[in-house]
């Protein structure tokens, strides 16, 4: 199966901090990832797509200085949340779209997500 | 644009019983798909099923069935003989000519 790791798994950091998240595929190639934000007892929201190579497309609403996102390879993508404050506390989850095989059916798998805890 | 509506928010059912979630979608895409995810408390997403627009078979999977109906626009998903390890979020999504879009999940919760 298509496999998505994320690093770290929680963290917690001080108001005003930077923090990476890692998003890996592991055993596939993914020219595109996205990144979803979910606060507590609610949905998964899109903040953004990238693609390898080129600029991520981020979501009305998201500021794009603050979560940078960057897609150097085929299997990893980051985003780093920059001058982190309380409100940015949230479950962030990372998304790869496996490139088409044979079935050209849509296949798209999610890491385990990342816990962020501003301070 | 493109909607899920979970009109379910909460679910309580005794182990045992059986448990419809629903699901309504909105799109003008002829070609799209249709998923549910399955998020227990740990946070992570199960992918449960993926079905496109253009495959309205009813699916089976143990315990686990789902009932797409294009002419009301649903993908309803049925727990039969629910247990304890059922109790989670579960998110059906939709992906067209767009990314993937959320509803808002409904929760539910087995009792033993």
């Known amino acids: 199966g298509a496999v998505v790791s994320q690093h770290p798994s929680r963290v917690i950091c001080k108001s005003g901090t930077s923090v990476k998240i890692e998003c890996r595929s592991l055993?596939?190639?993914?020219?595109?990832m996205f990144w979803y934000r979910q606060f507590p007892k609610q949905s998964l929201m899109l903040m953004a797509t990238?693609?390898?190579?080129?600029?991520?497309?981020?979501e009305q609403g998201v500021e794009k200085d603050k979560f940078l996102i960057n897609h150097a390879s085929l299997t990893l993508s980051t985003l780093t949340v920059t001058s982190a404050h309380p409100e940015d506390s949230s479950f962030y989850i990372c998304s790869a779209r496996r490139i088409p095989g044979k079935s050209s059916s849509y296949e798209q798998y999610f890491g385990p997500g990342t816990r962020l805890t501003v301070t | 644009a493109q909607k899920v509506t979970q009109a379910q928010t909460e679910i309580s059912v005794v182990e045992k019983e059986d448990v419809t979630l629903d699901c309504v979608y909105e799109t003008r895409d002829t070609t799209y798909y249709l998923f549910w995810y399955k998020q227990p408390p740990s946070g992570e997403l199960v992918f449960l099923i993926r079905r496109n627009s253009f495959d309205e078979q009813n699916e089976i999977s143990g315990r686990y069935s789902w009932n797409f109906q294009k002419s009301t626009s649903s993908f309803n998903f049925t727990i039969t003989a629910s247990q304890v390890v059922d109790s989670a979020v579960y998110f059906c999504?939709?992906?067209?000519?767009?990314?993937?879009?959320f509803g808002k999940g409904t929760r539910l919760s087995v009792i033993a």
């Open positions: 999504a939709l992906k067209g000519n767009t990314p993937l879009v």
């Open positions: 055993d596939f190639q993914a020219t595109t």
């Open positions: 990238s693609n390898e190579g080129s600029k991520a497309t981020y």
